[in-house]
């Protein structure tokens, strides 16, 4: 019963090849486009995430005075080496904490200049950072604490300053300084916010505070937080810390800020979440739009198929031969149309991912939401009319217009 | 009314009407297509029906072929009261006892002569080369041998009218009911079909039940039964086949 109702179907997908097209047509950009869009939504999230990631975990960053509005900070006395140390010191939370101080310099090499940022720190820089070394060294104790000429740099500054050259033992000047480059560091590409984080140079504290800055000033600290602590308690024990170094009164405010990264994760997340649910209900509509054009096809087909099925009815057919050939034909197309669908979106958002460079992430569930839906669309428009036809007395269906 | 007599030989009629009425609509829009019409058949009977147009003749022979249910009266087939059946022995009736011609052929659109006439042999299981033979055969018996291919569109009504008997003949009922089937045929093929009919009336024993409004085809018929108005108003003993 269900070969011959195979068979019976098969005959009248070919038999009705463009009705048959187009409802396949419908689903496949149905699902489609709901896989397609979903998809890429999820991978712009994952990188998002990820590229936060890179910035460092669980990364507290306590800086100087105030924020007041866009790159406007209200003034305030500089933080110093000791409170770094102080809170390595006194803070349990803190796996690492950098200090540093940056500026904008040029750097040299031979007839060769680029701008770059220029960072005096020491090695917990590279721990709360997530930084790894691809060639040379860190920076060692004597070169920390003997504030030596030694430098480590980022692959932009590689590239711009030394081209394709070993940089490794090679001199940079910055100012009226030479500083020897002993470390190159892994390049991380750019940032969330476009920012090329590659774009750096690297000293021992006390050698920028000495050769460049001429003072003993610290203007960020960074603090990454062991696993299993809470950076909202950290925060508050940092600040707590701090506002006492810094004799600030109880009636005063903090003229310091200790930024969470973690917010900044959630913010960016959050906005390609909201993203990603706007694609998904553009995507929802098109699947919408694709089940009425099935739902179209299958109703303008009724009156042929219940003459079709007056026929049928009427050389011998049982109602229910009848309704298992239209199930099994309304079935067949929609997960033709399904798994067409699925194969070109998956084709599609791979290709797409790679031409808009975000991870491909496989969303199992969205994939058989999309092709369960149509299907119920095929499935529902093309066997509810039959079914209807199939109940008439045999003239009935016969005379039907 | 005219009671249709029984040959005494013969206890059990192939087909039986007792006081049968098709009303459609109500009201004022009411049309009694058939008003209380006796009719009995036997077996290996060939039997013409005449009357003027609106006069029930096909009124009457859907509800022959249960695809219709008469609204008042009893139909018996092979003494089996057609009403005490459910839909589905009803359709296993018309799919083992009983062939349709229809008078606008209703084949299926895009499909060809050959599929056409093989639906009904689909439904019976018959496997797929048997279904070839006997599909190819019917065609050939109606003269359209070389047209297998052709779908209902390009073919002529009179064709199509053949692929329509073709399709009724193959599947070897007991009886074939025909509403017009030389309706959109000449002379020439009306009397091979009529030929072929009284051909299987007498070597198989084919029982047969035909509309024509053309006298030259009712002189096949052993009888003939006159519709007027709904009511059967005259049979009478025609010459007969040959
Ligand atoms: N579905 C229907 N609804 C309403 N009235 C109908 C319906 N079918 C038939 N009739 C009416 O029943 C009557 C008998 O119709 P029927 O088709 O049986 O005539 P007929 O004898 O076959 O005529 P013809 O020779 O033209 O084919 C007609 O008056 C017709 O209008
Ligand atoms: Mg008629």
């Known amino acids: ?401 | 009314m005219i009671a249709v007599d029984a040959p005494a030989s013969d206890p059990v009629p192939l087909i039986e009407l007792r006081r049968v009425s098709k009303i459609y609509g109500s009201g004022v829009a009411e049309v009694r297509a058939l008003d209380g019409v006796d009719l009995q058949i036997q077996e290996g009977e060939l039997v013409a029906v005449m009357g003027p147009s609106g006069s029930g003749k096909s009124t009457a022979m859907n509800i022959l072929g249960c695809l219709d249910t008469p609204t008042q009266g009893s139909y018996r087939f092979r003494g089996v009261p057609v009403e005490s059946l459910d839909r589905n022995q009803r359709a296993l009736l018309r799919r083992h006892y009983l062939g349709f011609v229809f008078q606008g052929f209703n084949l299926l659109n895009r499909t060809s002569a050959l599929e056409n006439v093989e639906l009904p042999l689909i439904y019976r299981r018959i496997p797929r080369a048997e279904r070839h033979r006997l599909a190819h055969e019917a065609l050939a018996m109606v003269g359209l041998t070389g047209w297998e291919h052709h779908s209902p569109a390009e073919l002529s009504g009179g064709q199509q009218q053949r692929v329509a008997i073709a399709r009724a003949m193959v599947t070897q009922p007991s009886l074939l009911l025909a509403d017009e089937p030389t309706g959109n045929l000449d002379t020439a093929r009306s009397h091979e079909i009529m030929a072929l009919l009284t051909g299987l009336n007498r070597e198989r024993g084919l029982t047969v039940l035909m509309v024509t409004h053309e006298a030259d085809m009712a002189a096949y018929a052993h009888r003939v039964i006159r519709f007027l108005d709904g009511r059967v108003v005259d049979v009478v003993a025609s010459g007969g086949p040959g």
Request: include cysteine; glycine fraction near 8%.
């Open chain 1, 1 to 401: 019963m269900l070969w011959n109702a195979l068979l019976l179907a098969l005959r009248e997908i070919r038999r009705n090849m463009l009705r048959s097209v187009l409802t396949i047509l419908g689903i496949v950009i149905g699902v489609a486009a709901v896989i397609v869009m979903v998809t890429l939504g999820d991978g712009a999230t994952r990188q998002v995430a990820s590229q936060i990631e890179s910035l460092g975990s669980n990364l507290l960053m306590i800086r100087v005075g105030q924020r007041m509005g866009p790159g406007q900070r209200s003034n305030a006395p500089a933080f110093s080496l000791a409170d770094a140390l102080a809170i390595r010191r006194d803070v349990r939370a803190a796996r690492a904490v950098a200090p540093s101080s940056s500026t904008s310099l040029t750097a040299v090499v031979g007839n060769r200049s680029w701008s770059t940022t220029v960072t005096g720190t020491d090695d917990a820089y590279f721990t709360v950072r997530n930084w790894e070394l691809e060639v040379g060294r860190l920076f060692s104790i004597s070169d920390l604490r003997g504030g030596r000429a030694v430098c480590v740099i980022g692959a932009t500054v590689r590239r711009e300053l030394f081209g394709a050259m070993d940089p490794i033992g090679e001199t940079i000047r910055l100012k009226s300084m030479a500083c020897q480059v002993v470390g190159l560091l892994r390049a991380k590409g750019q940032s969330t916010m476009g920012m090329d984080q590659d774009d750096l140079v690297l000293m021992p504290l006390r050698t920028y505070q000495r050769r460049i800055a001429g003072n003993q000033d610290v203007n960020l600290i960074q603090v990454s937080v062991r696993d299993g602590f809470s950076t909202e308690e950290t925060t508050k024990e940092l600040e707590r810390l701090l506002r006492e170094r810094r004799n600030i009164s109880a009636s005063e405010d903090d003229d310091f800020s200790v930024r969470d990264l973690k917010e900044i994760t959630n913010m960016l997340t959050g906005t390609t979440r909201v993203l990603t649910a706007l694609l998904t209900a553009v995507a929802a509509v098109s699947l919408l739009v694709g089940g009425i054009g099935i739902m179209n096809i299958m109703l303008v087909s009724v009156t042929e198929r219940t003459r079709e099925i007056g026929i049928r009815l009427a050389i011998g057919a049982l109602e229910r031969e009848v309704l298992l050939q239209f199930l099994v034909e309304a079935v067949a197309l929609s997960s033709l149309g399904g798994i067409l669908g699925i194969l070109l979106a998956l084709g599609a958002s791979i290709g797409l991912a790679q031409l808009l460079n975000l991870p491909f992430v496989f969303n199992l569930g969205i994939v058989l939401i999309a092709f369960f839906f149509s299907a119920a669309v095929g499935v529902i428009f093309g066997y509810f009319p039959a079914r209807r036809a199939a109940r008439l007395d045999p003239i009935e269906a016969l005379r039907h217009e």
